[in-house]
C-alpha cells in the first residue's frame, strides 16, 4: 500500500534554531517527492520538488533531501523565523498519472 | 509564477443551501484541477479530479450527486456542495498542475472554510 509517514506529528523549537522533518514512504513506482507549506486556513505553498536522481535542494532556508534507495526524505530549516509556524506536508508523486500522496504533515511552531 | 485563485475564503450557510466555490488558473490553462477536503490537523484527501470538457472523476466515497463537479473552461473549476449539512464543514482546497502527465508543478488555491449551520 503506497503511505506517506511524517514525522514528528508535531514540533516547537526557538526562534533562530535549526530543525529537522522528517518523510517516509512506500510508494513505488516513485516519480518525485515534494514538500509544502501550508499556513493555517491557507492552501499549500511549494517549497521543494525532487524527482528520482536528486539528493538535494534548497530553497532559501529550507533544504530538503532525498535518499530514494531507503525511500526517505528530510527538510531542513535553518535559523527559523516566527513566519515558519506552519504545517508541512510531504507529497509523493508515483508514475505519471497517478494520484499524489499526502503525509498528514508536521505542525512547527516556532517561539520568540 | 503560475497562481491558482479559490473563491470564496470562507462561507457561512444554513442546512440545506447549497455552495459555489470557484477555482481558476490565473495564467496558465489547466485541463485538469484537484479538489481536496481538509479537516483539522488532518492531510489533504482528495475527493475528485475536475476534466475540462468531461464528467469528473470521483473518489471512492465522495457523493458525485452531493459534490458537483463543472469544469466549464480551460481556466475555471467549480465545486457546488449541495443540500449541505454540518457535517459537510470542513475546509476545501482545489490544485491545479501545469504539465498533467507528470504533475511537475502543482499549485494550490487558497482554500474555503466551508460552516454550515
Known amino acids: 500500500k503506497n503511505q506517506v509517514e511524517q514525522s514528528p506529528q508535531s514540533l516547537i523549537i526557538l526562534e533562530g534554531k535549526n530543525c529537522t522533518l522528517q518523510?517516509?514512504?512506500?510508494?513505488?513506482?516513485?516519480?518525485?517527492l515534494r514538500w509544502y507549506k501550508q499556513d493555517t486556513g491557507r492552501g499549500p505553498v511549494s517549497l521543494t520538488i525532487m524527482t528520482f536522481s536528486e539528493n538535494t535542494k534548497s530553497n532559501g532556508r529550507y533544504t530538503a533531501t532525498l535518499d530514494a534507495d531507503t525511500k526517505q526524505s528530510s527538510l531542513h530549516i535553518t535559523a527559523s523565523q516566527l513566519s515558519d509556524s506552519a504545517s508541512y506536508i510531504c507529497?509523493?508523486?508515483?508514475?505519471?498519472?497517478?494520484?499524489?500522496?499526502f503525509g498528514k504533515g508536521t505542525t512547527l511552531s516556532v517561539s520568540s | 509564477g503560475a497562481v491558482v485563485s479559490q473563491h470564496p475564503s470562507r462561507v457561512i450557510c444554513k442546512s440545506g443551501t447549497s455552495v459555489k466555490i470557484e477555482c481558476r488558473s490565473l495564467d496558465f490553462q489547466a485541463t485538469t484541477m484537484f479538489w481536496y477536503r481538509q479537516f483539522p490537523k488532518q492531510s489533504l484527501m482528495l475527493m475528485a479530479t475536475?476534466?475540462?470538457?468531461?464528467?469528473?472523476?470521483?473518489e471512492q466515497g465522495v457523493e458525485k450527486d452531493k459534490f458537483l463537479i463543472n469544469h466549464a473552461s480551460l481556466t475555471l473549476s467549480t465545486l457546488t456542495v449541495t443540500s449541505a449539512h454540518p457535517e459537510d464543514s470542513s475546509f476545501y482546497i482545489c490544485?491545479?498542475?501545469?504539465?498533467?502527465?507528470?504533475?511537475?508543478?502543482?499549485?494550490f488555491g487558497s482554500g474555503t472554510q466551508l460552516s454550515v449551520l
Open positions: 475536475s476534466n475540462e470538457g468531461s464528467k469528473a472523476t470521483y
Open positions: 507529497v509523493v508523486s508515483g508514475q505519471a498519472g497517478t494520484a499524489l500522496i
Open positions: 490544485s491545479a498542475p501545469t504539465r498533467v502527465l507528470t504533475n511537475e508543478k502543482l499549485f
Open positions: 518523510c517516509n514512504y512506500t510508494v513505488s513506482p516513485f516519480s518525485n
